[in-house]
């Protein structure tokens, strides 16, 4: 038997449920925690009889709180009543991961006790436009923000090692937001991610997702796009006192200059406790960002001035050009330097 429960949210699910269930415990697998995720009334009869299922446990929503709830919900139930498991695989109700590809992770899960498992899918075959198209946005929206890369970013299908549960437990997000903060805390927790591949099934064209591609992308994206907001708010702010100064001075360095030590005190705070909500040592933050600052504005009079020498470029115009391509370079130091800090 395999010492790894396997835990199921469910909103609103059908007969297949059951079918599942039963077909992993055929599996060997010790228990499955369903989480009633507030479900109509029309579903009630499949959580009766999975009540009624030896080593199946239903824990019951009131009220529908999000699948980020449920998971929370499960993992507590997990933690306090499976203190010889490794770890835990979670699994949609849907019927999109077969019983065959949970056995994999989990068992990818035992090989590997401190690893986060992410059963990947190959989306080869006939897949739904919009799933296609939300989980390879998200891959590159992730990858860009976060710096990590990972094929699948919205695969229901992990195996949660139990030493990581603590943490995650304490992660915001109650609906798929929840999911995507998982994968960011492995960055600055240097939690290694092992993505076996899985089948992609989609059932009826995948019309029994609860995912809003709109609502939730929402809530998704803003989880990541915070990390670029602060910083184009400093280009802003920057960017306005620059040319007001440079107006009255006409001078390069001098308008660069003022304009960086406003901004900066700006994005630094903000960025600290804001986007990146670092941890690290205030002073030794600051000091490497200050030493960024430098790097960033000589590069940017460098170029500037070159524009405006050797390119006959209007000031203004090389300003936005040149803060444009230096966006991207400084984000990234910012991420991986400056406020990264790995935590236990």
């Not at 507590?76 to 991961?97: C, L």
């Not at 937001?177 to 991610?193: A, G, M």
């Not at 280009?235 to 003022?258: E, P, Q, W």
Request: glycine residues 4%; neutral net charge.
């Amino acid at each position: 038997m395999i010492n790894v429960p396997v835990l199921i949210p469910a909103y609103n699910p059908d007969r297949a449920l059951i079918d599942l269930v039963k077909r992993l415990l055929d599996k060997k697998f010790p228990h499955i925690i369903v989480v009633n995720d507030g479900s109509h009334e029309a579903s009630s009869y499949v959580f009766e009889t999975l009540e009624t299922i030896e080593h199946c446990a239903v824990l019951t929503h009131s009220t529908n709180q999000g699948k980020g709830c449920a998971l929370k919900t499960g993992f507590d139930y997990f933690y306090d009543n499976f203190p010889e498991s490794p770890g835990i695989v979670t699994a949609d109700a849907d019927g999109q991961h077969t019983p065959a590809d949970i056995l994999k992770v989990a068992d990818t899960l035992i090989a590997n006790p401190d690893c986060l498992i992410i059963g990947t899918r190959t989306f080869s075959g006939s897949v739904p436009f919009r799933s296609m198209f939300g989980n390879t946005l998200t891959r590159y929206v992730f990858f860009l923000f976060v710096g990590k890369k990972i094929r699948d970013t919205q695969s229901g299908l992990r195996g949660i090692p139990k030493k990581y549960i603590p943490d995650f437990l304490k992660l915001k997000g109650d609906r798929y937001e929840f999911e995507i903060n998982v994968l960011i805390s492995t960055k600055s927790k240097s939690i290694d991610i092992i993505e076996p591949e899985i089948t992609t099934v989609y059932i009826d064209d995948n019309r029994s997702s609860h995912f809003n591609p709109v609502v939730d992308s929402i809530r998704i994206y803003l989880l990541l796009i915070k990390f670029a907001v602060s910083s184009c708010m400093a280009a802003l702010i920057d960017f306005i006192v620059f040319v007001l100064c440079f107006r009255i001075s006409n001078n390069i360095l001098v308008s660069i200059s003022i304009a960086r030590i406003i901004s900066c005190h700006v994005n630094f705070l903000y960025n600290k406790q804001w986007v990146f909500d670092s941890k690290s040592h205030f002073t030794v933050s600051l000091i490497k960002y200050y030493a960024l600052v430098i790097l960033i504005g000589s590069l940017s009079y460098t170029f500037i001035k070159y524009a405006q020498l050797y390119l006959n470029m209007n000031v203004i115009v090389s300003k936005i050009i040149i803060e444009i391509l230096l966006f991207s370079m400084s984000f990234t130091i910012q991420r991986d330097y400056i406020f990264y800090k790995k935590t236990e």
